[in-house]
């Protein structure tokens, strides 16, 4: 049984004078603890997609079900990781990473110590009385990948968020994310406009044709490369293989990916 179910989704937006058709009929499944990326060029609705699921817009036609029921955004179901980290600079970063928890009435010892905890893990331990004014991109997005985990969603929605990161660090953090989501069995929807990063992260491919937004195929990503440190699936003999099956999809379809290119793998340990 599916554990997320994008049914038939469609969306309009609207001007008193003319609409725009942005998503049309997008239907796929998520298993639960399955990564799937959304990958497409900017104008194909990602985000628009992303948003809808996160609850902030309603869609103009179709339904998302979780466990064959509505989706209901008053549980604490969906938690979001975007292009940039949205820390508030005047509040500490263990007061960022608590906001959660705060706000739901959730916060006590126990919770600050799963905060302290939890950027342990992401390899920034002591930062806590911090603020974000004098932390690195890199580090900041660390900072908001324990934000998101702190209301433990049953739901993460990851929109582009390496985009503002150098390739190093870019693959870095990859590698520390999926390490994470996989060990919580986290339900994760990516949305890209990166073909490797898609690649490297993801259990499937949702390929996005534009203008409107639709599914136009369906990627399985080889178990060889689901099982590989995503900081190592870009030296795979697979991974090229599907780079390129991919891109054969985008060029049939004629879609506008100039953003997407093949770049080194990265050589750190």
């Not at 049309?24 to 809808?52: H, M, P, W």
């Not at 604490?76 to 509040?91: A, E, H, N, S, V």
């Not at 911090?130 to 969603?153: C, F, G, H, N, W």
């Amino acid at each position: 049984m599916s554990f997320l179910t994008l049914d038939n989704i469609s969306h309009y937006y609207f001007t008193k004078s003319s609409f725009t058709k942005v998503l049309d009929n997008v239907y796929f499944k998520v298993d639960e603890g399955e990564i799937v990326a959304v990958l497409g060029q900017r104008s194909c609705g990602k985000s628009t997609l992303l948003s809808i699921l996160s609850g902030i817009i309603h869609p103009t036609e179709g339904k998302i079900l979780l466990n064959r029921k509505p989706l209901n955004h008053s549980e604490r179901t969906i938690g979001c990781m975007l292009q940039k980290d949205y820390l508030f600079p005047w509040k500490s970063i263990m007061d960022n990473v608590l906001l959660g928890p705060k706000i739901s009435g959730h916060l006590s010892d126990k919770t600050r110590q799963a905060a302290s905890d939890l950027l342990c893990d992401v390899g920034v331990p002591d930062i806590g009385d911090k603020y974000p004014a004098s932390l690195s991109d890199e580090i900041r997005q660390r900072v908001a990948l324990v934000r998101t985990l702190m209301t433990d969603p049953k739901i993460i929605l990851l929109d582009e968020p390496f985009s503002s990161l150098d390739y190093q660090a870019n693959v870095k953090l990859e590698d520390l994310i999926s390490k994470m989501l996989k060990a919580r069995h986290k339900t994760t929807l990516l949305a890209t406009h990166d073909i490797g990063e898609a690649i490297a992260l993801s259990d499937r491919i949702i390929v996005m044709d534009a203008k409107p937004g639709s599914v136009a195929k369906i990627f399985n990503v080889p178990i060889e490369l689901r099982e590989e440190r995503p900081i190592l699936v870009r030296r795979h003999p697979k991974y090229l293989l599907l780079f390129d099956k991919i891109w054969e999809i985008l060029e049939s379809k004629e879609i506008s990916f100039t953003e997407a290119k093949v770049v080194q793998p990265y050589e750190g340990n």
